[in-house]
C-alpha cells in the first residue's frame, strides 16, 4: 500500500543535499565575478571573431558543466553571452543553442554534471572516478565533431563591424573579479571537493556530506549579509522539491507493477542479451528524453535497470546497460527544447531578454547534435563493451 510514509522513505535524501551543496558553492563563487572574466576573457582570445567565440564558448560550457553541473552553467554563461553578443550587434541564438547542447554533452560526462547522471549515481555503486573512465571518453570525442559540425553551420553566416569587435576587445576583464581572496579560497575549496568525490570509494563520505561541508564552508566565510539572499534566491527550491516529488512518483510506479511490466517487456525483446538491451536503453533513452524531461525519464528508468538486473543475474552484464542510460538521457536531452533542465533554463533567459526561440528553430538544430552524439556512442559502447 501507497502511503505518506513509504513516499517520503523513497526520497533519496543523498541526492537533495547534494544539489544543495553544489548550489551553496556555485553562488560563492559566482559572487567573486570569476565566470564573467573567463567568457570575457575568452571572447578577447577569440579576437572578437564570432564564430571563434561560440567554438571557444561550447568548450568552456562543456568543462564547466561537467563539474558544476549543465542548469547552474547555463545559468552563469547565457547572460554573459547575451551581453557579449549586444556588443557585437549579433543575434545570441546560435551561441544560445550551442551552448545548451554542451551543457547536456559536457554534464554527461561525470557523476556530478547532469541530473540524470546524479541519480544513477546515487542509485548504483559507481563512484566519481567510475563515470570519468566511462563517460568521458565518449563526450570527448562527440565534443570534437559537435565543433566540426557548428563550424560547418555557422561560419559563413556571421559578420561584425571593426567597431564592434573594438567595443568589446576594450573590456578590462581583471576589473571584473570582485573578491580575489574569497576566490583563491573558493578554487581550493572546489578542487578539494573535486579530490573527495574522487576518492569517495575510498573515504566512504556520501556525496551529500561532501558537496554540503564545500558548500556551507563557502557561505560561512563569505559576506555573511548575504547569506540570507543566497539561501532565498541562489538555491533553487523549485527544483529541490521537484525531486523529492519526482521520487515519490516514481516509487508509485514501482508499488503499482508498471515499472515491473517495463522491465519484462525489455526482457522479452532482447532475451537479457547485454549487447542488444545496451542498444535498446541507449536508443530509447535518446529518443524519450528528447520528448520528456530527461530527469522524470531517468528516475522512471532506473528502477526498471534494477529489475533487470535481477532478471539477467549478472552483475558485470548490466554496466553497459547502465553507461547506455547514462549516456542516452543526457545526450537525448538535446533533442528538443523540453528535452532538458538546462534547454528550458536557457529557454527562460532568451524569452526574458527578448529573443524568441522556437520549437521548430531549436529542435532543427538539437536533433542533427543529437543524432550525431548517439551514433557516436552507439559505437563507443559497442567497441569498448562489446568489441
Known amino acids: 500500500m501507497f502511503t505518506k510514509k513509504v513516499a ?68 552563469i554563461l547565457i547572460p554573459i553571452v547575451l551581453l557579449i553578443a549586444s556588443e557585437l550587434k549579433i543575434s545570441p541564438i546560435p551561441f544560445i543553442i550551442t551552448m545548451i547542447i554542451a551543457s547536456n554533452g559536457g554534464g554527461a560526462a561525470t557523476m556530478i554534471g547532469d541530473p540524470p547522471n546524479i541519480l544513477i549515481g546515487s542509485a548504483t555503486e559507481y563512484n566519481f572516478i567510475d563515470f570519468i573512465v566511462n563517460l568521458t571518453p565518449p563526450v570527448l570525442m562527440i565534443t570534437f565533431f559537435s565543433l566540426g559540425l557548428i563550424w560547418l553551420l555557422y561560419h559563413k553566416g556571421m559578420r561584425v563591424s571593426n567597431e564592434s569587435r573594438a567595443r568589446l576587445m576594450s573590456y578590462n576583464e581583471k576589473n571584473l573579479i570582485k573578491d580575489r581572496k574569497l576566490l583563491i579560497i573558493s578554487i581550493i575549496v572546489l578542487i578539494l571537493m573535486l579530490a573527495a568525490l574522487s576518492l569517495q570509494g575510498v573515504l566512504h563520505i556520501e556525496t551529500a556530506t561532501i558537496a554540503m ?137 532568451a524569452n526574458r531578454n527578448g529573443f524568441h526561440i522556437s520549437f521548430k528553430e531549436y529542435s532543427k538544430i538539437g536533433a542533427l547534435f543529437t543524432l550525431l552524439a548517439i551514433i557516436i556512442s552507439t559505437g563507443y559502447i559497442l567497441l569498448r563493451y562489446f568489441g
Open 213 to 349: 561541508t564545500a558548500g556551507l564552508f563557502l557561505l560561512v566565510i563569505s559576506d555573511r549579509k548575504k547569506v540570507e539572499h543566497i539561501l532565498a534566491n541562489d538555491i533553487d527550491w523549485v527544483t529541490i522539491f521537484f525531486f523529492m516529488g519526482l521520487f515519490m512518483i516514481v516509487e508509485s510506479l514501482v508499488e503499482t507493477g508498471f515499472i515491473n511490466m517495463i522491465a519484462t517487456g525489455i526482457m522479452n525483446i532482447t532475451h537479457g542479451e547485454p549487447k542488444s538491451t545496451s542498444m535498446v536503453i541507449l536508443w530509447v533513452s535518446g529518443v524519450f528524453s528528447a520528448i520528456i524531461d530527461n530527469v522524470p525519464f531517468v528516475a522512471a528508468m532506473i528502477p526498471v535497470l534494477e529489475r533487470l538486473g535481477i532478471l539477467i543475474n549478472n552483475p558485470d552484464s548490466m554496466h553497459p546497460i547502465w553507461w547506455s542510460l547514462a549516456l542516452g538521457t543526457c545526450l537525448g536531452g538535446n533533442g528538443t527544447m523540453i528535452g532538458a533542465s538546462a534547454n528550458i533554463v536557457a529557454i527562460g533567459i
Open 8 to 75: 517520503f522513505a523513497a526520497i533519496d535524501w543523498n541526492v537533495i543535499f547534494f544539489l544543495i551543496g553544489m548550489m551553496l558553492v556555485i553562488s560563492v563563487m559566482r559572487q567573486t565575478g570569476v565566470f564573467m572574466y573567463l567568457a570575457i576573457k575568452i571572447a578577447k582570445m577569440a579576437k572578437g571573431k564570432p564564430i571563434l567565440i561560440i567554438l571557444l564558448m561550447f568548450l568552456l560550457t562543456t568543462v564547466i558543466s561537467a563539474f558544476m553541473g549543465s542548469v547552474t552553467t547555463i545559468m
